[in-house]
């Protein structure tokens, strides 16, 4: 209770400090800008742009929202230059007066990105606002570059970072510096996207078409983010063209795309679908019966209408919808899965005053899935489904040329349902919710935060970022306090040398089979387990050796408490300390990080070391073991150039441990009384204690760029996997024989595919 009384007090404080004027008065010798940056044709708000005023230090950079704030500039006549990759550079001759605040909107033109104009201003002043540490954005001009199967795909490009794996090519969760999918908060416009991808790898759930900014924090993040133990992915989707309609259409081999985006009002909507046909290819291949290839089929929409209420306010309607459904069967194992997501948010941004910014939404969401198989005559399956309604604010306070003031409240209300059949027939067994204990089967409950955190500029080099974030989830009665801490100093124009600590707190937890890592069912944090936990230990140089490079290196080490297993053994459970084994661990290790954004030939090369390590009592006899998910090394490249107007090549290529499995001793055979044959048995060996083959991959592709009819027609050719190596899905034991067979089933071969897009 006193935690919650706290959490509301934080809460009325966050409310009372949005006045309509900043609490302290202006200094009338100084002036202020404050504004927002946009796309100088489709008004779309540009995020991350740099902002400075010439000849001082001052500066800032464009939020999530475009939004930005410079106070106390000088009077007089003033160059404030705006720069942004992808976009032409540009200086703008204002006349700042006393006690003036000036408020504008700032248009950019669009520029090749292979032209060498971009000047990175203000690096300090980001810092200023955020120390973003483990922090990587990619340029969505690269991102549309990058294609596989015929689609410019963000999932493609965020596994191709060092430290992001993923436990097969198929897999539909990150694992990022030593942490399970459920331990990365994925959200999309606010809303959280439980499955932020397809099932097959290569192909992620967010189209490309219809985002703007993609961020990756890889560890160390700050207050205004929690509920999560590892990484934030934080993607924004484009408000719309506000100045005419367009679109575009494409098809491929195995999808087909389009999108129609506009004015409307006084703003703009967008919506965008894709859909595949892969099922429809696979059904013309010829039948491989050892190593057949999956059928599989998804498709996905995307949809925001904003309008504009004045100059202060701006409110956005956001919405998205997948559907994925993959089967196989080969000798001795069949099995289908499907899942989906729907969400939607509501956003309202208001600008109180020329140095305060707020954003209120409300968002809902649902994440669905299936599995049912059957494996040597043993049928197992699984159903579950989680939803969540949050109402978030937050509030960010420009106070002057040092100091930057976050703080906000988020609430959700859960409900998970979950049904699970391990007991080998086709009657199920669900979650028994009988004598008062803790309802698996059908679970409401809810989660309150509050946040505040600052940022302070102690000298030109020196700036410290401190925060706190309390939690409180009722059914359980867990409250937490997660304090957090950064440093930034610059030890000149080309290197700043960064440390961040932290401790972060889950509640939810995911559940997968051990040979499905693909598949998310999420259960929540009961009074039978404590709250997971991870405490993040991060030291990061980050350099620039030239203009077009920057490379960065990050020492990470990090303590897991209480993370989860799940209990195979267990055919009925009443509660959720009875689906999961509840140990601890840790993750360290070092990541190397150079990338190219600007010029004919862009991309990143990158190598990351880690080392994974968990203990569970009940669990490999209480000896420590590495999880599967562990990847000693991960080596990665990827390159994108462009040989004039109509030509652009891409390749890509990683090259990493093979993920572990758990083997076999040896087997025996178990009968019921009176039944002469029953079924085959393995005997494990040493917890996920032996590793697949390494896995290494090669893709390439060609772009050209041409007219149709007078519209821009671009003909894609894509080779996935250029070099045919088919690795291992995962291993099983075929008990059906008299002696135990060991079968991979193996992921696709080379794939070449044309595809083409029209834009109108």
């Not at 599995?371 to 960010?396: P, V």
């Not at 027609?713 to 008990?735: A, G």
Request: net charge neutral; charged share 20%; with cysteine.
């Amino acid at each position: 209770m006193p935690v919650l009384l706290f959490l509301l007090v934080v809460f009325a404080s966050t409310l009372s400090a949005a006045p309509k004027k900043p609490p302290t008065a202006p200094d009338p010798t100084l002036g202020s800008i404050s504004g927002f940056v946009e796309d100088s044709v489709t008004k779309e708000t540009i995020v991350g742009a740099t902002l400075s005023i010439k000849g001082t230090k001052l500066g800032a950079y464009s939020n999530k929202s475009g939004y930005f704030s410079i106070s106390n500039v000088p009077i007089g006549e003033r160059t404030l230059v705006v720069s942004v990759i992808g976009y032409q550079r540009k200086e703008i001759k204002l006349v700042f007066r006393e006690g003036e605040a000036l408020k504008m909107r700032i248009p950019l033109v669009s520029a090749s990105v292979d032209v060498q104009e971009v000047e990175i201003t203000a690096r300090r002043e980001d810092d200023r606002r955020q120390i973003n540490i483990s922090s990587v954005n990619i340029p969505m001009q690269q991102v549309s570059q990058m294609r596989i199967g015929g689609e410019s795909d963000i999932f493609r490009a965020l596994q191709m970072l060092p430290g992001v794996l993923t436990s097969s090519q198929i897999s539909s969760g990150l694992y990022i510096r030593g942490g399970s999918p459920d331990q990365n908060l994925v959200l999309l416009d606010g809303m959280t996207v439980y499955n932020p991808t397809h099932l097959f790898g290569f192909i992620g759930a967010f189209n490309s078409e219809a985002i703007k900014d993609v961020e990756l924090i890889k560890g160390g993040f700050p207050a205004e983010y929690g509920g999560r133990m590892s990484a934030v992915l934080n993607v924004t989707q484009k408000d719309g063209n506000r100045d005419k309609v367009e679109g575009m259409a494409g098809v491929g081999v195995i999808s087909a795309k389009a999108s129609v985006q506009g004015p409307v009002g006084n703003g703009s909507w967008f919506i965008g679908a894709r859909t595949s046909y892969f099922d429809l290819i696979t059904g013309l291949l010829p039948k491989d019966p050892v190593n057949p290839i999956p059928d599989y089929n998804f498709y996905d929409v995307n949809a925001k209408i904003t309008q504009d209420f004045g100059a202060d306010d701006k409110v956005s309607l956001s919405g998205f919808l997948t559907k994925d459904k993959l089967s196989l069967s080969q000798p001795g194992l069949d099995f289908s899965v499907g899942i989906g997501n729907l969400a939607g948010s509501l956003r309202w941004s208001h600008i109180f005053g020329d140095n305060l910014f707020s954003v209120a939404t409300l968002s809902a969401s649902r994440y669905n899935n299936g599995f049912d198989g059957n494996n040597g005559g043993f049928i197992f399956g699984i159903t579950n489904s989680i939803k969540d309604y949050s109402a978030k604010l937050a509030l960010e306070w420009y106070v002057n040329e040092k100091l930057t003031v976050k703080t906000g409240y988020e609430g959700t209300v859960y409900n998970f349902t979950y049904d699970q059949n391990f007991s080998g027939q086709q009657t199920s067994n669900v979650v028994d919710t009988s004598n008062n204990a803790v309802q698996v089967l059908d679970v409401w409950d809810n989660v309150h935060s509050a946040f505040g955190q600052l940022n302070y500029q102690f000298t030109d080099a020196l700036s410290a970022q401190v925060g706190i974030r309390g939690n409180y989830w009722s059914k359980s009665g867990l409250a937490t306090v997660d304090p957090r801490a950064a440093l930034s100093y610059v030890v000149n124009d080309n290197v700043t040398v960064k440390a961040a600590w932290g401790i972060y707190h889950q509640y939810l937890r995911l559940a997968s089979l051990p040979d499905f890592s693909f598949f998310d069912t999420w259960l929540p944090t009961d009074n039978t387990v404590p709250a997971g936990r991870a405490d993040h230990y991060i030291l990061s140089v980050q350099t620039r050796p030239s203009e077009s490079f920057d490379l960065n290196v990050d020492v990470y080490y990090k303590n897991l408490y209480n993370i989860n297993e799940l209990n195979t053994t267990q055919t009925q459970s009443k509660t959720v300390g009875q689906v999961f084994y509840i140990g601890n661990g840790t993750a360290y290790g070092a990541e190397i990080f150079l990338q190219k954004k600007i010029g004919r030939f862009t991309g990143w090369a990158g190598y990351a070391l880690g080392f994974v390590q968990a203990q569970f009592d009940s669990v490999n006899r209480g000896a420590e073991f590495r999880p599967k998910y562990d990847r000693r090394h991960d080596l990665k490249f990827t390159a994108m150039y462009k040989l004039n107007d109509r030509w652009e090549l891409g390749a890509s290529f990683f090259f990493q441990s093979g993920q572990s499995y758990t083997g076999a001793t040896s087997q025996f055979r178990g009968s019921l009384p009176g039944l002469e044959n029953g079924r085959g048995m393995i005997v494990p060996s040493q917890r996920w204690g032996l590793r697949l083959p390494p896995s290494h991959q090669l893709n390439l592709n060609v772009n050209y760029n041409t007219t149709l009819f007078d519209l821009p027609f671009k003909i894609m050719i894509d080779v996935y996997n250029v070099y045919s190596r088919r690795d291992i899905w995962f291993r099983y034991y075929d008990t059906n024989k008299p002696v135990p067979e060991v079968t991979d089933v193996r992921l696709l071969p080379i794939l070449p595919t044309v595809s083409c897009e029209v834009r109108f």
